[in-house]
């Protein structure tokens, strides 16, 4: 079960990650995108959506 949540995880990154391509967004601070947690992404992807 935890290889589920595993892989579902790392999939909803990827798409996240993806999004903020789209928008042309690379890095956070000095950060690349894949090196930052999922919940930073999250946040980043709403603010640009404008939630």
């Not at 798409?15 to 980043?44: A, C, M, R, S, T």
């Amino acid at each position: 079960m935890r290889t589920q949540i595993d892989k579902k995880g790392e999939a909803n990154k990827d798409q996240l990650i993806q999004e903020l391509l789209k928008f042309g967004i690379f890095k956070k601070n000095d950060k690349q995108l894949y090196e930052l947690p999922v919940i930073v992404l999250q946040k980043e992807f709403n603010q640009l959506r404008g939630e």
